[in-house]
Each structure stands twice: as structure tokens, then as C-alpha cells.
Nanobody
Framework: VQLVESGGGLVQPGGSLRLSCVAS????????MSWYRQAPGKERELVAV????????NYAESVKGRFTISRDNAKETVYLQMNSLKPEDTAVYYC??????????WGQGTQVTVSS
């Protein structure tokens, strides 16, 4: 099983980034997919989640209206479009696959830094 994130980097406040997470080794279309983030000195927090078919999404209040989670089951990829980025969005962003008890996987993370 692998989850490989990409798309992080340094961006100015107000800018945009698109994170991608490519999955392999499991039946991607059976899994809820999420993005989490962890800032220095803080606990990991849920940013956004999307259902297995992509028809349902949920967001943390802090990113509602700015971030969009989506998925392409044919490409086994989940995305996080991040707009209007703020310095407080700076964190390591992790991809998560949740297929139920004993079926949860994590990516290695990608750094997002929002700074002028």
C-alpha cells in the first residue's frame, strides 16, 4: 500500500496550491479519503474528507469556502485545491485512506508554507 502526496511548496498569502495524492495497493474506490494537516507544535487535524464515490464532502470550519477536496477513482488520486491561503495554513499535509477498522493508511506528507 502506498499513498504519495505531491504539490506542496512555498506560496505567498492569498495564493493557491493543489495537492495530489496517488494511491496504490488497495481498492481506492472503496475508501473514504481525507486530507489532514499538522502544524509545528500542534496536533494533527482533519482538513477535508470525501466519500468513496465522491458524492459527499466535509471540511474543517477553518478552510470552508477556500479549500476543495475531489477525487478521480479512475486515476486513484485525491486532490486538495487550496485557494486564498493564509499563514495559518502552514503545515505538513497528509493524505489518509480509511476503509474501516484495520484498513487505514497514511502518506508521508507534503510541506505547505504560506509566507511573504
Amino acid at each position: 500500500v502506498q499513498l504519495v502526496e505531491s504539490g506542496g511548496g512555498l506560496v505567498q498569502p492569498g495564493g493557491s496550491l493543489r495537492l495530489s495524492c496517488v494511491a496504490s495497493g488497495f481498492t481506492f474506490s472503496d475508501y473514504f479519503m481525507s486530507w489532514y494537516r499538522q502544524a509545528p507544535g500542534k496536533e494533527r487535524e482533519l482538513v477535508a474528507v470525501i466519500s468513496s464515490g465522491g458524492g459527499s464532502t466535509n471540511y474543517a470550519e477553518s478552510v470552508k469556502g477556500r479549500f476543495t477536496i475531489s477525487r478521480d477513482n479512475a486515476k486513484e488520486t485525491v486532490y486538495l485545491q487550496m485557494n486564498s491561503l493564509k499563514p495559518e495554513d502552514t503545515a505538513v499535509y497528509y493524505c489518509n485512506a480509511d476503509g474501516g477498522p484495520s484498513f487505514e493508511y497514511w502518506g508521508q506528507g507534503t510541506q505547505v508554507t504560506v509566507s511573504s
